[in-house]
């Protein structure tokens, strides 16, 4: 793999091995016209947008601990049976770094399927990738991933360089079956890759709900776990419902000293500001607010510090700007 952002172009291989094992590919579908990354607010992400930078990082910080790590030492093990590669040529064709062995027994092919696991972790150890969601109104993503609410969801617009690299994740019944990773990815020199793609871009339908695309960058001998690219201004900023709970409840943290400087650089850069609000059909994204409003705002959030306002006024101010009740817990 050379360094590079994984490509639709790449994938129609693996899209096509999708479509034989039955599974409704996303891989090549359209992109929306607008994606969501939901996430808390910390120095990262507050740095990121002052940057016009979005964030990757590698499958190992994923919440889902089998997410794109479903291909085991077993599977592995039991694809090599399978298929009966048992001449020393066949595996040197296949494995050609691996040391020479005797293929006659069990032991010995589990030697195989241990150095092509590794092989394989190795690989997916070179992949950092963004996460983004069609949707912004899921209460699930923000409960999951905006912080319980506290958070915040970014924007994007869509354009031709995300036609070719956003990717949409595939869903799976299967997942967690043998049967998912049964496909002979060892006919051709790229079947590692075209195992880490089938992985990185499937998921158990279980997810489906977060309605998932990636961008998956390809960085090998990064020993980071987390990196930001350059990516373009957001068109809005989305705030949770919960967002300011923390300026009501705390007065001098750390993550009111963030969020204060996000909502800052959100005014200087000119990006629309929206927010969270419900009713009964659920979750819904009110209208943006304006510069002004967010500068009253500041003001109002120094004089809380300073004991010049309570908690109760503040949370009067914060609902009047924002048109709305917030519940506070």
């Known amino acids: 793999m050379n360094s590079s952002f994984i490509s639709k172009s790449l994938l129609r291989q693996v899209n ?28 990262f992400v507050v740095k990121n947008i002052e940057n016009d930078e979005i964030s990757f990082s590698k499958v190992k910080t994923f919440n889902d601990y089998d997410d794109s790590i479903s291909i085991s030492k077993k599977i592995v093990f039991e694809m090599l049976k399978q298929h009966n590669l048992k001449l020393e040529s066949d595996f040197k064709k296949i494995f050609p770094n691996s040391d020479e062995i005797t293929l006659s027994n069990d032991a010995a092919m589990k030697q195989i399927a241990n150095t092509e696991f590794k092989n394989l972790q190795s690989y997916g150890n070179n992949l950092m990738v963004c996460c983004l969601s069609e949707g912004n109104n899921q209460s699930y993503m923000w409960g999951h991933y905006g912080d319980s609410n506290r958070g915040i969801a970014i924007e994007y617009e869509t354009d031709s360089f995300l036609e070719d690299t956003l990717i949409g994740v595939t869903y799976s ?5 043998n049967k998912t990773n049964s496909i002979n990815f060892f006919d051709d020199d790229e079947s590692i890759e075209n195992i880490i793609y089938l992985n990185i871009f499937l998921k158990s339908n279980q997810w489906s709900f977060e309605e998932e695309h990636r961008i998956v960058l390809s960085l090998p001998f990064l020993n980071e776990n987390y990196l930001s690219v350059k990516f373009r201004k957001p068109k809005s900023i989305i705030l949770g419902k919960r967002f300011f709970e923390d300026f009501i409840n705390e007065k001098d943290n750390k993550i009111n000293q963030l969020k204060r400087t996000l909502l800052d650089t959100l005014c200087n850069k000119d990006i629309k500001i929206q927010y969270v609000d419900s009713n ?10 304006v510069n002004s409003e967010i500068q009253e705002l500041s003001k109002y959030f120094e004089k809380f510090e300073e004991n010049k306002i309570s908690s109760f006024q ?3 101010i914060i609902e009047r700007v924002f048109h709305t009740s917030f519940e506070y817990i």
């Open 314 to 316: 503040l949370e009067e």
């Open 280 to 289: 009964e059909q659920g979750y819904v994204i009110k209208n943006n607010i």
């Open 173 to 177: 019944p299967n997942y967690y079956s």
């Open 16 to 43: 096509d091995l999708y479509i034989e094992e039955g599974f409704e590919s996303n891989l090549l579908k359209p992109i929306p016209s607008r994606i969501f990354k939901f996430t808390s607010v910390n120095e």
